[in-house]
């Protein structure tokens, strides 16, 4: 079989590794491609020398060389519907289509239907830039901090947490006016503000059955203790379910059931990993989730920590989400404990430089497994240099406790170096603060 991931960060590498690692891969002498790749991914695929975003180059691509398998990593691609014309053309495709993948590409779509089927999610309400007066009525009926999103993709930036009415304008005026996110900030909502902890849950469906891996916990703040901005994520943790212990079942119930037959009504059947980012609200004795926000794809760097602890075929699950046989599929997990660290450039999320030598890459990995996100091969020097705010995760695996994944992750970390390279120090602290173990 030949197989194609398109995408070239942390998530493609770490699904690359689960899908090269898998029997059914290994055992059929499959080939794997990865457009773009990037130096780890080409470790065990064949780059491809197609952007992710380039959706025509992709199909011919996969037609000429004749591609049975495709797995889409990033969320554009979807969006502009390279899972319909993969499938249109022969090609099995782990994604959704264009329409069920609005379910992360527009935010006003995804509270509609929210709240059409009563799945837990803040009160919002929609607005779009013809009729601002009416945000300040809105506002007023809420507390401090307001949430304020622009509708649709943003490259995760498009949220703020606005503490005052000042802070709510300038921002509004900012997406609407200023337009710093193009057409994506010409509507957006504002929603009341939850208190509680984060999850990242995915579920890997076929539309009708589904299986949930095991949850994470991302970092999404640049700074230790959760502070300073947004960013893509800074590290991770996985298993996250000891968490929510007793709110799993609700999870399922009152969000993954009723999404997934939600989307078959409004006849956008939902294939693929559907990532429920949730808010777990109320007291430890009867926690209630809500959701944040849905993604249509996996996420980064959750899946860095996710894929490792998953034993049974990765390949298999993949293609069971595509082939509509996810009911037949067991997914059996690894009793073991995953810790991801990402550096970065310093400077991101904002300002920072690229183009540093990565040094210690290449010593024995023990029980770390390095992701490759933001890194570039230079042929000049012969070097893997950083090529993005998010250069590299580390991610340590350990059968004790989150804690001793971590450490190995750090451990790790400590013998890679480049020039200005940041992290945060205090990955998986969360778990230990939450459970007060
Ligand atoms: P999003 O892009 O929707 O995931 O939002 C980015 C981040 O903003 C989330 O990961 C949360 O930390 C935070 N956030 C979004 N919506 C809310 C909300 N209603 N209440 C509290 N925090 C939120
Ligand atoms: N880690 C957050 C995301 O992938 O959206």
Redesign the pocket.
Known sequence: MKILIIGNGGREHSLALGISMSESFRKSGSELYCALGNPGIDEVALPVNIKPSDTDALLAFALREKIDFAVVGPEIPLSMGIADVFAENGIGVFGPSKAAAEIETS?IFAKDFMIKYGIP??R?KSFHSGNIPETAEFISSLNF?V?I?ADGL?A?K??C?AKDIKEANDFIDAITADKIFGESGNSFII??????F?MSVFAITDGDDYVVLPSAQ?H??IGEGDTGK?TGGMGSYSPADALIDNTRKKIREKIIEPVLAGMKKEVRKYKGCLYC?L?ICGNKENYEP?V??F?CRFGDPETQAVVPLVKSDFLELLLASANGTIGNYELKTRKMYAGCVVAASLGYPDKYETGKVISGLNREPGDAIIVHSGTKYSFDKKEVLTSGGRVLSVVGLSPESIDEAVKTAYKRLGDISFENIYFRKDIGNKFRIITGK
């Open positions: 935010k999610t803040a919002y901090p949430v999103k943003a995760g498009g949220v947490i929603e009341e503000y939850l208190s509680g984060e991302d999404k703040r947004n980012g808010m809500y944040i926000e993604n």
